[in-house]
Nanobody, 122 residues
Framework: QVQLVESGGGLVQAGGSLRLSCAAS????????MGWYHQAPVKERELVAA???????YYAYSVKGRFFISRENAKNMLYLQMNSLKPEDTAMYYC????????????????WGQGTQVTVSS
C-alpha cells in the first residue's frame, strides 16, 4: 500500500506560478512511475506529467514548456512546477503512483492522493 498526500494548490492569476508537492509513504519500494493528473468539472481525468524512477518523463502537449515534473527519491517526494499558468489549467490535481511504467490510463495507476485544487483567474 502506498499513501500519497498532495499540497501546494491555490488561487493564482494567469501568468503566475505554483509548485505542487506530493509526499509518498508506505510501500515506497514498489513505486516506479509517479505522475500528476488533473480533472476539471465534467471532464475526464487527464495525465499532465509523469516521471519514472530512472528519470524518464512525459508531458501532455498542453503543458510542455510550462510545467516541470521532478522527484526526490530520497525524500519520497514528487513535485510539479507550474509556470505561465492559464485559466484552462484550473482543475483538481491528483498525484498517482504505480509499479509499472508511464501510462495515460487512469485505471492502471495503483495509488492516488486526495487531490489539491488549482484555480487560475484571468
Amino acid at each position: 500500500q502506498v499513501q500519497l498526500v498532495e499540497s501546494g494548490g491555490g488561487l493564482v492569476q494567469a501568468g503566475g506560478s505554483l509548485r505542487l508537492s506530493c509526499a509518498a509513504s508506505g510501500s515506497i519500494s514498489s513505486i516506479n512511475a509517479m505522475g500528476w493528473y488533473h480533472q476539471a468539472p465534467v471532464k475526464e481525468r487527464e495525465l499532465v506529467a509523469a516521471i519514472t524512477s530512472a528519470g524518464n518523463t512525459y508531458y501532455a502537449y498542453s503543458v510542455k514548456g510550462r510545467f516541470f515534473i521532478s522527484r526526490e527519491n530520497a525524500k519520497n517526494m514528487l513535485y510539479l512546477q507550474m509556470n505561465s499558468l492559464k485559466p484552462e489549467d484550473t482543475a483538481m490535481y491528483y498525484c498517482a503512483a504505480r509499479g509499472g511504467g508511464i501510462t495515460s490510463t487512469p485505471g492502471l495507476w495503483d495509488s492516488w492522493g486526495q487531490g489539491t485544487q488549482v484555480t487560475v483567474s484571468s
